[in-house]
């Protein structure tokens, strides 16, 4: 199903600059729409990788802890 849809003329000049020569502004949108989803991606996956990176660093720290902890007499007050 085809559709019309109304958009102020500043976007169209926007859309405008974004075309190639022959290119429709439904190939425009569509691009720009797979563009935002691949950075989404892009994004998690950057994100994931941060977390298991400062997890890691955690995980030394920890351990770096637990060795030094048995030499000393600890008392909570």
């Known amino acids: 199903m085809v559709t019309t849809i109304q958009l102020n003329e500043n976007v169209k000049k926007?859309?405008?600059?974004?075309?190639k020569s022959r290119e429709t502004?439904?190939?425009?949108?569509?691009k720009?729409?797979?563009q935002v989803d691949r950075?989404?991606?892009e994004h998690v996956e950057l994100m994931i990788e941060g977390y298991k990176e400062m997890a890691k660093e955690t995980m030394k720290i920890q351990k770096e802890f637990?060795?030094?902890e048995e030499d000393?007499?600890?008392e909570w007050k």
């Open 66 to 68: 637990d060795a030094i």
């Open 39 to 41: 950075q989404k991606r």
């Open 14 to 19: 926007a859309l405008d600059r974004l075309k």
């Open 32 to 34: 720009m729409i797979e």
């Open 72 to 74: 000393f007499d600890w």
């Open 25 to 30: 502004y439904e190939e425009v949108i569509v």
